[in-house]
Every structure is written in structure tokens, then in C-alpha cells.
Antibody, heavy 123, light 107 residues
Framework: QLQLQESGPGLVKPSETLSLTCTVS??????????WGWIRQPPGKGLEWIGS???????YYNPSLKSRVTISVDTSKNQFSLRLSSVTAADTAVYFC???????????????WGQGTLVTVSS | EIALTQSPATLSLSPGERATLSCRAS??????LAWYQQKPGQVPRLLVY???NRATGIPARFSGSGSGTDFTLTISSLEPEDFAVYYC?????????FGQGTRLEIK
């Protein structure tokens, strides 16, 4: 069973860079022909796709965040990461990592999610 | 960017009643639309994909329909565990977009 787990600081200061890592277990990032992505949810609000990365390294970002976002993958560690720069209070949210398979029954939908991690932007 | 508009924002119904949730896209997404259910403090769960296909383990009371720009999620007879927030999501084009959600609450 595929599992995803987010990790990283729960508190980030304004203007600094938010950094999160998603560790994948029960399957290989490079072997799954999937996109690996980040989605966030501000407290009490809806879901916002941040960006995705293919195992080969190709990236796709939400235009509204593109100037501040970097997603990278480390296949040797079976991890992918998110960096969001120049954060403000508006970036306070639960951040989820998720898999979006490129093939199979649920292709291009999010079928496996991490539990999510709350990141608060505050001084 | 394809915008998804869900209605109503909140739906108040009683167990046993029928729920009809709507998702409208700003341009055609063909049948490339999914529905997710999210309960408080939980991770979104894929319910329906490609407009009308139930994901594995999803009860038959959940059904999806529509194509192009107008989509519907129907819950035929509400169970207590169905009260949650529901989101639609399109996979037709980048960027991936979600609707703002419909909160299904107990009346």
C-alpha cells in the first residue's frame, strides 16, 4: 500500500522560505509513472493545487504561485520537496502531498494523499 | 485557467434524503472531472472519476453525471457518514483546478 508522509517546520516567519518534504513508501517514485504534487488548504477553506513534478523532473506549477514555488524530486531517497519563498500569512495552510498517476484507472486524478501538515506563517 | 463553480455552497438535508451537488466549468472539460469527499480533519477521498465512475469501495448511493461544462454528484439516500464537504476537480488542462466546495450538513 502506497503511503505518503509530509515533513517540515510547522512555523515559518514572514518573508522566509517554506520547505516541506514528502516521503513515499510502499512504492517507487521513479517506477510508478506518476506525477507527484502538492496541494494546500487554508484553515476553513478549499483546496488549491500548488504544483506537480514527474519522476523525470518535469515540473508544472500553478500560475498564481509560480514565481515563488520550486518542486524537486530525489528518486534515491524516494522523496519530493516543496519550497515556497517570500511567504506571508496568506500562505498559512495545511499542505498535502499527493500522487497523480499518469496511467491506470485513476489516471490524472489524486488517488493517494499524505495526512497533511499545518504550516503557520507568523513572526 | 479553467474555473470550477460549485453550488450550492451549503446544502442542509436530513438522513435518507437525496442530495444533488453541482459543478460548473468555465469551459468544456469533456468528462475529465472528479469528485472528492473531505470530512473534518481528514484527507480528501476520491469518490468519482471521469464524471461518472465510482472509485473502488465507494457505495452505489454515490453517482456522478455530466460532460462538457455541467456536472452533478448525486447521493441517493444520505447516510450519517455522508455529511462532509465535497469538491470537484478537473484534469482536462493545466493548471489543475478545484471547485470551492459544497458543505453538506445535517438539517
Amino acid at each position: 500500500q502506497l503511503q505518503l508522509q509530509e515533513s517540515g517546520p510547522g512555523l515559518v516567519k514572514p518573508s522566509e522560505t517554506l520547505s516541506l518534504t514528502c516521503t513515499v513508501s510502499g512504492g517507487s517514485i521513479s517506477g510508478s509513472l506518476s506525477y507527484w504534487g502538492w496541494i494546500r488548504q487554508p484553515p476553513g477553506k478549499g483546496l488549491e493545487w500548488i504544483g506537480s513534478i514527474y519522476y523525470s523532473g518535469s515540473t508544472y506549477y500553478n500560475p498564481s504561485l509560480k514565481s515563488r514555488v520550486t518542486i524537486s524530486v530525489d528518486t534515491s531517497k524516494n522523496q519530493f520537496s516543496l519550497r515556497l519563498s517570500s511567504v506571508t500569512a496568506a500562505d498559512t495552510a495545511v499542505y498535502f502531498c499527493a500522487r497523480r498517476p499518469r496511467t491506470g484507472t485513476y489516471s490524472y486524478y489524486f488517488d493517494y494523499w499524505g495526512q497533511g501538515t499545518l504550516v503557520t506563517v507568523s513572526s | 485557467e479553467i474555473a470550477l463553480t460549485q453550488s450550492p455552497a451549503t446544502l442542509s438535508l436530513s438522513p435518507g434524503e437525496r442530495a444533488t451537488l453541482s459543478c460548473r466549468a468555465s469551459q468544456s472539460v469533456s468528462s475529465s472531472l472528479a469528485w472528492y469527499q473531505q470530512k473534518p480533519g481528514q484527507v480528501p477521498r476520491l469518490l468519482v472519476y471521469d464524471s461518472s465512475n465510482r472509485a473502488t469501495g465507494i457505495p452505489a448511493r454515490f453517482s456522478g453525471s455530466g460532460s462538457g461544462t455541467d456536472f452533478t454528484l448525486t447521493i441517493s439516500s444520505l447516510e450519517p457518514e455522508d455529511f462532509a464537504v465535497y469538491y470537484c476537480q478537473q484534469r482536462y488542462d493545466w493548471p489543475i483546478t478545484f471547485g470551492q466546495g459544497t458543505r453538506l450538513e445535517i438539517k
